[in-house]
């Protein structure tokens, strides 16, 4: 079973996001040298808690103080972008560095103001649904197979030879049915939907159809997104998920977007004391964090990872103590080791 790990650049107490960024940099330098298989960059707009907002400028400064990680977005949100632009983004990306580049694609609100902001054209509201259309369009200028007959078959991007991994990502039974269609490699954000995630992941593998493009896979290949918090003890794993939990409370709550991570010893207070992370009682549904010593995380992943036939887990981990998330992988590579 691989790991791999997908960050926000958590911005530190002192809200330097120049800090997060250089953060981010470390915890991909530590993480290949841990054995880590990848590390992909978020997409949040207008959050003063998180620093990861355009991936696309994060993959090079990663990738070029790296050598043998995988970099990639966690994701694009192609609802608001032209495929035509993605594509010339990353194949660039990929002529940068060859063979370690992964296009990972979703689509997702931002809130009603950013998404209009994101807009070029501010005269229309678009209402319609058509993901499923800049998908199989970002695919043929990927792959650069427009049928003759269409407009776009007069265009390549062109390329070195190697392109980048073309991944889905989504927390819904419609990005697995349209990965599953498009034999596309899927990764679901269990952190986001848990208990949804075994069913829809299990239709993604039954429902796969092989694809014949040079950017499709044969099989079905599925990562599993999942908030992990490891630390010596248990008590420890769940004082590092505190600001994570207290995070998600006022998300819920209020929609707040506008304050920084707290550190632990303030979340705990403000969370009215130590909330004791859910237990692993059924492998199908994983709680939302998973907190605890390496050695209970590495009996549990292996578990999860067994029913759910994932051969990786992509690993979430908010905290402003950047010293502490670096020990929590740290802790949990080791104990795979």
Known sequence: MKLSLVDL??????????QAILNTLEMAQKAEEWGYERIW??????TKSMAGRSPEVLIPFIAANTKTIRVGS???????????????????L??????????????????????IALQRNRSYRQTTEDSGEQLLELASWINNNFDSTHAFSQIKVHNNGSIPNFWLL????????????????????????PAQAFQITQNYQREFKASKSENGIKKPELILSLSIYCAPTDEDAAKLSAPAQLMMKRLRTNGDTNSLLEDEETAIKLLG??????????????????????????????????????????VQCIS?????????????????R
Do not use: C
Not at 11 to 16: E, I, T
Not at 94 to 115: K, N, Q, S, V, Y
Not at 291 to 314: D, F, Q, R
Not at 320 to 336: C, G, I, K, T, V
């Open 273 to 314: 004391g130590l909330q004791e992370p859910e237990q692993l009682v059924d492998p199908r549904y994983p709680p939302q964090i998973l907190a605890g010593t390496p050695e209970k995380l590495n009996h549990w992943l292996k578990e999860i990872s067994k029913v759910y036939g994932a051969n990786e887990i992509m």
């Open 170 to 193: 989504g927390s819904s039974p419609w990005s697995a049915s349209a990965a599953a269609k498009l034999g596309l490699r899927y990764s679901f954000a269990g952190f986001i939907n």
């Open 9 to 18: 650049s958590p911005v530190p107490k002192n809200g330097d996001r120049h």
């Open 41 to 46: 960059l978020a997409e949040h707009h207008a």
């Open 94 to 115: 990929e002529d940068m560095f060859p063979g370690r580049i992964d296009m990972g694609i979703g689509r997702a609100t931002t809130g009603p103001i950013t998404d």
């Open 320 to 336: 402003s103590n950047h010293q502490a998330r670096l020990e929590s992988h740290r802790l949990l590579a080791e104990s795979f």
């Open 74 to 92: 966690g994701s694009v949100l192609l609802n608001h972008y032209s495929p035509f632009k993605v594509a010339e983004v990353f194949n660039t």
